[in-house]
């Protein structure tokens, strides 16, 4: 099996991974792969209380416990890698350190794949400032970044769905505090192991693209 591309982006709340991640995808026609949805596939196999353990955190914004999300992570690599295409753009996980390493396994015994981890990096008053002013979509939840152009929609340019503010959003400087204590040491792991491509993320959303391409090295 020839290897495919799996880029991992990894970083503050509102550094704009989903938006990257998007491009990206477009751009080198790759599959684009969200936790989130990975998250929504599996909800309606769920029951009792494994589906209160998922569902709760999921619907407010916390974190989904690290054995299950891993476990579908890297479930849902097995199950795509075989399928037609250059590879995978995946977001919003790793988010733990248990996830990381538990990743990191994996991938270490899978060598189809050729791995790339960017962070994009942003400060905190950034990260709360953009999530004051993003909207999601009711529907698909898709994230949309703030520019003065997003500003003007009404509709979710993805679906046609209705665009609100998300209500976790309330706990801006909360869910900083949780990116310090939980998602902050995966990239220090992966900087330990010498994977992670580091990228400014507080310039353009065009900018950070340009940036993620030339990063990847793939001319």
Excluded at 43 to 64: A, C, H, Q, R
Excluded at 131 to 156: F, Q, S
Aim: glycine share 6%; net charge positive.
């Amino acid at each position: 099996m020839s290897k495919k591309l799996l880029v991992i982006f990894i970083g503050p709340p509102g550094s704009g991974k989903g938006t990257q991640a998007s491009m990206l995808a477009e751009k080198l026609d790759l599959m684009h792969i969200g936790s989130s949805e990975i998250i929504r596939e599996k909800l309606p196999t769920l029951s009792g209380e494994e589906k209160e353990l998922v569902e709760k955190p999921f619907n407010n914004g916390g974190l989904i416990p690290s054995d299950v999300i891993t476990k579908w992570v890297i479930e849902k690599l097995e199950k795509v890698k075989s399928l037609n295409g250059k590879g995978i753009v995946l977001d919003g996980s790793p988010r733990m350190l248990p996830e990381a390493e538990a990743l990191h396994q994996y991938l270490k015994q899978a060598p189809f794949w050729q791995v790339q981890i960017l962070f994009l990096d942003i400060k905190a008053d950034e990260s709360i400032w953009r999530r004051e002013h993003r909207r999601v979509c009711a529907n698909c939840r898709y994230a949309l970044p703030y520019t003065p152009e997003n500003a003007k929609l009404t509709v979710c340019p993805k679906c046609g769905g209705q665009l609100v503010k998300r209500a976790d959003e309330m706990a801006l400087e909360k869910r900083w505090q949780v990116y310090e204590e939980q998602t902050l040491p995966v990239v220090k792991y992966f900087r330990q192991q010498g994977l992670l491509k580091e990228i400014n993320g507080s310039q353009s959303i065009e900018k950070v693209h340009q940036d993620v391409v030339r990063a990847l090295n793939l001319s």
